[in-house]
């Protein structure tokens, strides 16, 4: 309806338009030729109002139905109306880095990535800047990449494989639809690593085809949520990465010392233009509490009042006295990456998307037993955990965190 409304306000100040013109040529050539400059235009309209009046008229009543129109798409896709105004629908020029290079199609609708990242075995490629992606495709990885990765599958192959997952938001809806897909497609990566934080290389995707998935091309996925710009971090984008950074370089400055190990920071409340922040930290292996509030200048991130000085880059051990390592140094337990340790309800709901497809169960007051994978908070701050059923379906269970009175984390 909104389309037909824009549609009919446009032709009918084409219209409109039209007429002027010509009863501007049925007044003189002079006005004629002149009405098709807007300056002269305007000065036909003021000077020849009586003749010139029901054109007016006629472009008055279509910017009734245009204005109509455009306010009805901003209530029901705003974001289509943030396209339309910033001419997104002209012919884009191809960009030369990122996952733009990707092209295929998602649920049988063109899909060009906007973002992509890999973190935490996690890859996912996405288009939209909303909390729910308008259109994503998510591959679960068996464990962490640290390094190059090659990856194959092919729809024979036996499991387990890496779970995928497509998501896209319908027209006039709020929440996105979600398929899982364990087998049956065709995986092929080819990354290398790339200074300062990403993985470079080839993608190709293949989903079985009541899917009507496929994507191609060349790929760059970030492996944290940090940007850089002319080699340094750039602190104008906001997350949670950003942050730590800024805190653990004011505290590093601060302290004279490269020695800071910050703690995990709960989840921010971005986009922000000021956060108090308090946490905790080892300075030289002592730990230590900070609390300060940090503001977002056009600069990007940073501690309010901060007048540190850079600290001088950490000199190398000299050659003389190499520090050796015992050759029984632990390595990193698998139980690092354990998201079970100091589980509760309150650190899921600060930081959900450190949880996100984690196996869940969760007990309610009246009885009942949700089981299933975390799937984010909804807009009202409920808990929506997804079970998949037999047969191509999937369910979604929406539970206030009042309602739950045992939450259990079942898996790492």
Known sequence: MDALLILAGLLLMLAG????????????????????????????????????????????????????GLSMLAVRAPDKLDAIVGLQWLPQPDKAKGPNRLHGQLNGQSFRPEAGELIDGVLSLRSGAGFYARQEVRIELPEPVAGPLQLDVLPDDPGPLPAVRIAWIEAGRELPESRLI????????????????????????????????????????????????????????????????????????????????????????????????????????????????????ADGWHVEGDQFAALPEASAPPA??????????????????????????????????????????????????????????????????RRILKGPGEAYFNLAPGEIVLLEALEP
């Open 17 to 68: 338009l039209v007429w002027l013109v010509t009863l501007a040529f049925g007044t003189s050539l002079f006005w004629g030729i002149g009405s098709l400059l807007p300056p002269i235009t305007l000065g036909y309209v003021f000077s020849h109002w009586r003749v010139a009046r029901r054109a007016i008229a006629v472009i008055g009543l279509g910017i009734v139905p245009l204005v109509v």
């Open 182 to 297: 364990r087998h049956g497609y065709t995986l092929h990566l080819a990354l290398e690593p790339e200074q300062p934080n990403r993985l470079v290389g080839r993608f190709h995707l293949v989903l079985p085809p009541q899917y009507a998935t496929s994507l191609s091309g060349r790929v760059e996925l970030h492996t944290d949520r940090l940007r850089y710009r002319d080699g340094e971090v750039d602190r104008r984008y906001d997350s949670a990465d950003t942050l730590a950074y800024v805190i653990r370089n004011y505290l590093q400055r601060r302290h004279a010392t490269h020695d800071v190990v910050l703690a995990p920071l709960p989840a921010p409340a971005l986009p922000a233009q000021a956060l108090d922040v308090a946490g905790e930290a080892r300075i030289d292996g002592s730990p230590e509490r900070y609390a300060f509030r940090l503001v977002r200048a």
């Open 320 to 385: 003389s006295a190499p520090v050796a390592e015992p050759a029984s140094a632990p390595q990193a337990p698998a139980s690092s990456l354990d998201r079970r340790k100091r589980f509760s309800m309150e650190r899921l709901l600060r930081e959900p998307s450190t949880y996100e497809h984690i196996l869940l169960r969760a007990h309610t007051e009246r009885g009942g037993v949700a089981e299933g994978r975390f799937a984010g908070l909804d807009h009202e701050g409920r808990l929506r955990i």
